[in-house]
C-alpha cells in the first residue's frame, strides 16, 4: 500500500462523512494490512519540568496565565527520571517520554536534557522529549544524546489555532518539526479534538499532518481534558463518536503511523476503548498520571488488555541484554 502526502481536504472530509461502521471497518482493514493486529505500542510520561510556563494555550494546566491551582515543580533530578523510567520499562512500557512546560529549552537546560536522554537510552527504552519549540542545534544534540522521537503536536486546524493559542503560531510549529526531521529524529505529532473546534478544523488538523513531506511515526490524538481556571475549562463536551472518527481517518490516511490514543482516555469506557482500537489506535499512554492530570494506572490498563486479548508491544532489548542472549544460545 503506497504512503500519499497529497491528501486534499475534500478526501479527508468524505472520509470523515461515511456512515460511522463503514468508516471504522475500513480503518481497520487498513491497520491490518499495516500493523499487526491485537498488538499496542505503550508509552509512559513522566514530566520533568511542572508549571510556570509562559505560554498562553487555553487549554493547559501549566500556563502561567490562568489559575489552575496546578503546583508548580521545577526541573526534578536526573536520578529520579531514570528511577521511573526503569519502572516504567518494568511495567511494560516500550517508550518513555519526558515532557517539560517551556515554551523552549534555554542553553542552560541543555546539559540537563541530554544527559537525561543518554541515561533513559541506555535503560533500552525508546526516548521520547516533548520540550516546546526546538532550534536546529538543539535538534542536532538532541538526536546525537540518542533521542528517538520529539513529540510537538500541531494541536488544531491552521483556521482555529489562534483561538487557542497567541504566543506562538502555527509556523514556528512547523519549523520545530522541520528541525527535528532534518536530524532524522522520528517524530510525534497530533493534536487536540474537543477546544471548541467544528468538524471542518478536526479535517483541517488531520490534512495538515498527512500534507506534511513524510508523516510523523506517532499521531497522538488527544481529546481535552477540561482544566479549570483555564478558558476551555466549561467548553461543550465533544461527542466521544467524533474523537473515534478522527482516529479513524488518521488511520486511513497516515496508514504506517501510530496513532495514539492520549489524553482523555480516563473518560473512556472500556467499550469505547475497544472501538478507538478498532478504528486504528495501536499506542497509548499508560501509568496514573499523564504530565500534570490522572490516566488509568497500569493496573487497570493490565485488566483491559486481558479483557481484549490486547498485547503490548516490547520494549527493544538493551545491547548487554542482547550480548547476553547471543552467549546463551551458543553455550
Ligand atoms: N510545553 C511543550 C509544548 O507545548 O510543546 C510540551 C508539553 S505540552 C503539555 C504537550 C501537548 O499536550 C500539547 O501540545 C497538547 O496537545 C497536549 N495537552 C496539554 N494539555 C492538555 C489538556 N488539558 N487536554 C488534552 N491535551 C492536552
Ligand atoms: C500528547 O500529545 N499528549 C501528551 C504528550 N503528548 C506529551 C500530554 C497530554 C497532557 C494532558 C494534560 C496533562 O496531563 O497536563
Ligand atoms: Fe506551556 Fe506546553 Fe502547556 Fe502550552 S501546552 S502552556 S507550551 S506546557
Known amino acids: 500500500m503506497t504512503v500519499r502526502n497529497d491528501w486534499s481536504r475534500e478526501e479527508i472530509q468524505k472520509l470523515y462523512d461515511q456512515p460511522f461502521l463503514d468508516l471504522v471497518f475500513d480503518a481497520q482493514r487498513i491497520h491490518r494490512q ?24 487555553k ?12 503546583e508548580a515543580e521545577k526541573r526534578i533530578a536526573v536520578e529520579k527520571v531514570i528511577a521511573e523510567a526503569k519502572a516504567a520499562k518494568e511495567a511494560g512500557s516500550s517508550r518513555f517520554c519526558m515532557g517539560a512546560a517551556w515554551r523552549n529549552p534555554h542553553e542552560r537546560d541543555m546539559p540537563y536534557v541530554l544527559e537525561m536522554v543518554q541515561e533513559v537510552k541506555s535503560l533500552g527504552l525508546e526516548t521520547c522529549m516533548t520540550l516546546g519549540m526546538l532550534d536546529q542545534s538543539q535538534a542536532e544534540r538532541l538526536k546525537t544524546a540518542g533521542l528517538d522521537y520529539y513529540n510537538h503536536n500541531l494541536d488544531t ?3 482555529y489555532y489562534s483561538n487557542i493559542i497567541t504566543t ?7 519549523d520545530t518539526l522541520d528541525h527535528v526531521r532534518r536530524v532524522g529524529m522520528k517524530v510525534c505529532s497530533g493534536g487536540i479534538v474537543g477546544l471548541g473546534e467544528g468538524k471542518q478544523d478536526r479535517i483541517g488538523l488531520l490534512h495538515e499532518l498527512a500534507t ?6 506517532s499521531v497522538p490524538i488527544n481529546m481535552l481534558v477540561p482544566i479549570e481556571g483555564t478558558p476551555l475549562a466549561n467548553v461543550d463536551k465533544l461527542d466521544t463518536t467524533e474523537w473515534i472518527k478522527t482516529i479513524a481517518v488518521a488511520r486511513i490516511i497516515m496508514p504506517k503511523s501510530y496513532i495514539r490514543l492520549s489524553a482523555g482516555r480516563e473518560a473512556l ?3 469505547d476503548q475497544a472501538l478507538a482500537f478498532m478504528a486504528g489506535a495501536n499506542s497509548l499512554f499508560s501509568g496514573e498520571k499523564l504530565l500534570t492530570t490522572p490516566n488509568a494506572g497500569e493496573g487497570k490498563d493490565k485488566v483491559l488488555f486481558a479483557k481484549l486479548g490486547l498485547t503490548p508491544e516490547k520494549p527493544k532489548p538493551t545491547v548487554t541484554e542482547l550480548s547476553v542472549d547471543a552467549m546463551a544460545i551458543s553455550a
Open 269 to 271: 469506557s472500556d467499550s
Open 59 to 70: 487549554y493547559c494546566s501549566q500556563s502561567s496565565r490562568y489559575d489552575s491551582k496546578l
Open 34 to 57: 499495516n500493523f499487526q493486529a491485537n498488538s499496542i505500542q505503550v508509552s509512559t510520561l513522566l514530566s520533568i519540568k511542572t508549571g510556570r510556563c509562559p505560554e498562553d494555550c
Open 212 to 217: 506534511l513531506p513524510i508523516h510523523p511515526e
Open 157 to 159: 486546524s491552521r483556521e
Open 168 to 174: 506562538r503560531t502555527f509556523d514556528d510549529r512547523l
